[in-house]
Nanobody, 120 residues
Framework: QIQVVEFGGGLVQAGGSLSLFCATS????????MGWYRRAPGKERELVAR???????QYADSVKGRFSVSRDNAKNTLSLLANSLKPEDTATYYC??????????????WGQGIQVTVSS
């Protein structure tokens, strides 16, 4: 069992910056992939950024060049630095951890979500 907790978030003006942090606890040795997702009101949950490894980073087109994700593999923590925020970035942000166990079992763990609101 893994616990996932997000920190940060809040209210920021358009053009501003915000940092999100995700910590995991429990049996984290199985964590293979981590990422940030978000869900805006009335919309589906979408990928923001993934870090399958500390060096392999993926971003949604909508945040490329503005957001930066970093992962500490040893601690299984994940950070997101969001710059040049836009009102359309307003959403609940979720941290995701994928646990992979031999031979091919995968388990998804989610944080409780943290609100990011960007005012215009």
């Amino acid at each position: 069992q893994i616990q996932v907790v997000e920190f940060g978030g809040g209210l920021v003006q358009a053009g501003g910056s915000l940092s999100l942090f995700c910590a995991t606890s429990g049996d984290t040795t199985c964590v293979s992939d981590m990422g940030w997702y978000r869900r805006a009101p009335g919309k589906e949950r979408e990928l923001v950024a993934r870090a399958p490894t500390a060096r392999s980073l993926q971003y949604a087109d909508s945040v490329k060049g503005r957001f930066s994700v970093s992962r500490d593999n040893a601690k299984n923590t994940l950070s997101l630095l969001a710059n040049s925020l836009k009102p359309e970035d307003t959403a609940t942000y979720y941290c995701h951890a994928l646990c992979t166990e031999w031979p091919n079992h995968e388990y998804n763990y989610w944080g409780q979500g943290i609100q990011v609101t960007v005012s215009s």
